[in-house]
């Protein structure tokens, strides 16, 4: 062992980790270190678009194609790379995540969190919080804006607060944007950088972690985390000791990739792969969930200004946004250019026939591959079912909540496979409607939305005539699945529930049978968020950090 040690060791400096260096250095007395495998590119013009792991799931056969899945690279990790769109998840996520064993989070507790990381910068001047994170929400104030929220109240659907912990309407999103820079706001630059000269925090960049050193020390007692190995930048293996704990905050794929290197996950795999078994789970690296989403392409009338000669990047349109940014902090380049949404209900499935179809099509069509356990399947189900025939709930603007679930998991033990930006040694398959319910569901949210845009008015005036495509659903299933693809919200491969309900980690998220290693990213998270999880992360690792503290300190 090294004779360098930390009370405390993160492993990944993204989203979640540097929230926790932030809040954990607080304290003078205690040692904290965090390794990250990517670049500090906090200070470039260019840390938009920093270096990512650019990993692939296996071909997925219900789609007949491989999907892409980028994770951030560098300090800020996914937050250094998103879209900027920051939306929270709705109150029934969060009390169905209580519901499986999860005591404490209640949805107040979370928003309480939640409400630590940001401040909103709302129009006229007008702010809300004091969290690092800074946060811009636009007016409504272009056409298209205007229009979006307008046509979509015509047909029923009132405007919502993304922040709320209710949907079921329009919004207008607020972006992880400094309105006085103009530039993203992201972990790095709200929770590092103005903690960085603490003396009591070690940040170590280009340094992959290869494993957790574990000790057990009896039979039937819990693991004990000692130490950390890992690959530094000239390429030699070092070890770090440990005096209280390790946390794990590499993300969806690279946590559960860990704990396995580690000597965590399913027996049968690890034996397989000549690694001792220090904790027999088979739930490491299962219940992998993700949006998955299509779209529907409606034609604009001649004379209408939109920015699609920018989405072309035609060189005179791409220079004028230039332009705008540089002089006035303004124009394409300013904003995502995706702030206007929807989440809205399936109403269909409100009335007593479509409750009913729903009971027949769950009871019918059984998953592919088998749930991570029973009792899991069906509160799961169960919840899915409720959001669906709730009025009040949202479904999404595209499949919110998945039944179909996927895994991550090693298939090498060689600890260098952790340095690469690829799957070698890995294993990623998000089973995309691997559950038929999946493909039915979002076969009538394109049949909806189709529907409901065309009603839209005023939307509808600037909008060329449109005949329907999907009014039979057997055309509409064909079209997801010929369209379909993920989205980058990855979540569930170190679940936080009861272990005999398929858990990785308990409500605290520690580790199940290792009394001092805990897991705190989007892969705790075990019924996927109902919008876009950046929210949802930086809340989660706040709450990490109280728990950490009321632990160790």
Not at 54 to 74: C, D, E, M, W, Y
Not at 151 to 171: K, N, T, Y
Not at 246 to 270: C, F, K, M, Q, T
Not at 510 to 527: Q, T
Request: charged share 20%; net charge negative.
């Amino acid at each position: 062992m090294s004779s360098n040690t930390y009370d405390i060791a993160i492993i990944g400096g993204g989203t979640s980790g540097l929230v926790l260096a932030n809040r954990l250095s607080e304290d003078p007395n205690l040692q904290a270190i965090v390794l990250e495998s990517g670049e500090d590119r906090s200070s470039e013009p260019n840390t938009l678009t920093p270096a990512d792991w650019t990993f692939h799931t296996i071909p997925q056969n219900n789609l007949g194609r491989q999907i892409t899945v980028p994770q951030g690279k560098a300090l800020g990790g996914s937050s250094a790379i998103n879209s900027f769109l920051f939306t929270s998840t709705s109150k029934a996520n969060l009390e169905a995540w209580k519901s499986l064993g999860n005591e404490g989070w209640e949805y107040h507790v979370f928003e309480e969190a939640l409400k630590k990381s940001f401040t909103l910068h709302k129009p006229l001047s007008v702010t809300e919080g004091k969290g690092p994170l800074q946060l811009t929400l636009a007016a409504p104030e272009g056409l298209w804006e205007k229009a979006w929220l307008d046509g979509l109240e015509s047909v029923g659907f009132a405007r919502s607060d993304p922040l709320s912990g209710h949907f079921g309407g329009p919004i207008i999103a607020p972006e992880s944007i400094d309105p006085k820079t103009k530039q993203r706001s992201y972990a790095s630059n709200a929770y590092l950088d103005p903690i960085r000269s603490r003396p009591n925090l070690t940040i170590r960049t280009e340094t992959t972690v290869t494993k957790v050193l574990l000790e057990k020390p009896s039979q039937g007692a819990d693991a004990i985390a000692k130490g950390v190995q890992f690959v530094s930048k000239d390429g030699t293996s070092q070890t770090i000791g440990v005096r209280k704990e390790v946390i794990l905050s590499a993300g969806v794929i690279n946590s559960p990739r860990l704990l396995e290197l580690s000597g965590i996950g399913d027996s049968d795999l690890l034996q397989r792969l000549r690694i001792i078994v220090i904790i027999d789970n088979p739930h490491v690296g299962e219940n992998l969930q993700n949006h998955l989403f299509t779209g529907l392409v409606f034609e604009v009338r001649d004379g209408v200004d939109t920015i699609d000669a920018f989405f072309r990047q035609e060189p005179d349109a791409v220079a004028a946004a230039m332009q705008d940014y540089g002089t006035k902090g303004a124009g394409p380049l300013s904003t995502s250019n995706i702030v206007t949404m929807a989440q809205l209900p399936l109403p269909e499935f409100h009335s007593q026939n479509g409750r009913k179809e729903i009971d027949q099509l769950l009871s019918a069509q059984k998953p592919a591959s088998p749930p991570t356990t029973s009792a899991f399947a069906v509160a799961h189900e169960a919840f899915v079912r409720t959001t669906l025939t709730t009025p009040s709930e949202a479904v999404g603007n595209y499949l919110s909540h998945p039944l179909s679930r996927g895994s991550v998991h090693i298939t090498s033990a060689a600890p260098e496979n952790t340095n690469t930006n690829t799957n070698e040694g890995l294993s990623i398959d998000a089973r995309y409607l691997s559950h038929p319910f999946d493909l039915e569901v979002l076969a009538r949210q394109v049949r909806f939305m189709e529907d409901t845009i065309t009603r839209a008015e005023p939307l509808t005036r600037y909008l060329k005539p449109y005949t329907k495509r999907f009014t039979d659903l057997e055309v509409a299933k064909d079209y997801v699945r010929r369209t379909a693809d993920g989205a980058y919200h990855y979540t569930g491969t170190c679940s936080m529930m009861p272990r005999a309900m398929g858990g990785v980690v308990d409500n605290k998220l520690r580790v199940h049978g290792c009394a001092n290693l805990r897991v705190c990213d989007a892969s705790i998270i075990p019924i996927e968020p109902t919008a876009n999880p950046q929210a949802v992360i930086y809340a989660i690792a706040e709450l990490g950090a109280g728990f950490i503290k009321e632990g160790t300190l």
